[in-house]
């Protein structure tokens, strides 16, 4: 499943690099429930504003492994459709140059507004193309600059601003070229696979995994700190009890359990502390039921 994710993703980036993303918007799926007709519909707007049809169609792909798939009723698939156009849509410089750019398609009388983003260095030179960006962080790493803090200022208030934002909104061209994108896509496929394989395992803790994607949102250290608490429980909690190596008999609350510790913390010790909790509860209610 993770490999056919991965192709897909490969031949919608390659209809975009060569500028063959005119398609047309995707279909919903066949077999969609109409509760969830809705949210996939407004999620396929979205992210062809976001990127183009062909990312659409990517969106669609992935939300068709789990139509009628034993195990997701409406509100789950609902709530996977809903959370993976999220995470398909994440914030970065060339998406927040585009709201920008709507706001004054929608208020084209105002006298435009400025907004100043706080990025990591890391984070900009992220939305190159891989081929570049891997370099020059390599450089940035070494200088110790990867972490540095810059100020973007992301204006509709002059000529000169309104520009740049178009400048930078068109560089959505090569966002499937990215770092950040590679690992965007990465992401989204190990949690749509950590569903997937809590739907086989334990059915009933399918819903709090697929809630995992909302620890996960906008930029800078917000942003590192969502992903290295989903990491830290999944690979803490979800994926070695789907392993078989962890006898967690409630997986679901267990995660909900973790959820709740954690806490913006660098260095996760209060979530690393419930994670250690919950494992040694599962090793004593081994050991109490072998005696």
């Not at 990465?186 to 949690?191: F, G």
């Not at 995994?209 to 942003?223: K, L």
Request: proline share 5%; glycine share 6%; with cysteine.
């Amino acid at each position: 499943m993770a490999d056919r994710g991965i192709l897909s993703s490969l031949r919608f980036l390659f209809a975009d690099v060569i500028g063959d993303d005119d398609d047309p918007p995707p279909f919903l799926p066949e077999g969609l429930p109409e509760p969830v007709m809705a949210v996939a519909s407004e999620s396929i707007h979205l992210l062809i504003d976001y990127q183009g049809p062909g990312y659409a169609h990517l969106y669609v792909s992935r939300l068709r492994r789990f139509i009628h798939k034993q195990g997701v009723d409406d509100a789950m698939l609902c709530e996977i459709a809903r959370l993976m156009a999220a995470r398909m849509s994440y914030q970065d410089p060339i998406r927040i140059a585009q709201l920008k750019l709507f706001e004054l398609d929608e208020r084209p009388a105002s006298a435009g507004s400025v907004d100043v983003r706080k990025f990591r260095i890391e984070e900009l030179v992220g939305a190159l193309p891989a081929a570049v960006a891997e370099y020059v962080l390599d450089a940035l790493d070494w200088i110790g600059w990867s972490n540095k803090r810059v100020s973007i200022r992301f204006s509709t208030a002059s000529r000169f601003g309104i520009r740049r934002l178009r400048i930078e909104a068109g560089l959505r061209r090569w966002r499937m070229f990215s770092v950040r994108y590679a690992r965007e896509r990465v992401w989204v496929e190990r949690w749509l696979h950590m569903i997937d394989r809590s739907l086989t395992k334990q059915p009933r803790a399918a819903p709090a995994i697929i809630q995992t994607a909302s620890m996960i949102d906008g930029y800078g250290e917000v942003y590192l700190q969502g992903m290295a608490d989903w990491n830290a429980i999944i690979d803490g909690l979800v994926k070695p009890t789907c392993d078989g190596v962890l006898a967690l008999s409630n997986l679901g609350d267990a995660v909900i359990e973790a959820r709740a510790a954690a806490v913006p913390d660098p260095r996760q010790a209060a979530l690393k502390r419930k994670i250690a909790e919950i494992r040694a509860r599962v090793v004593a209610s081994a050991y109490l039921a072998g005696v």
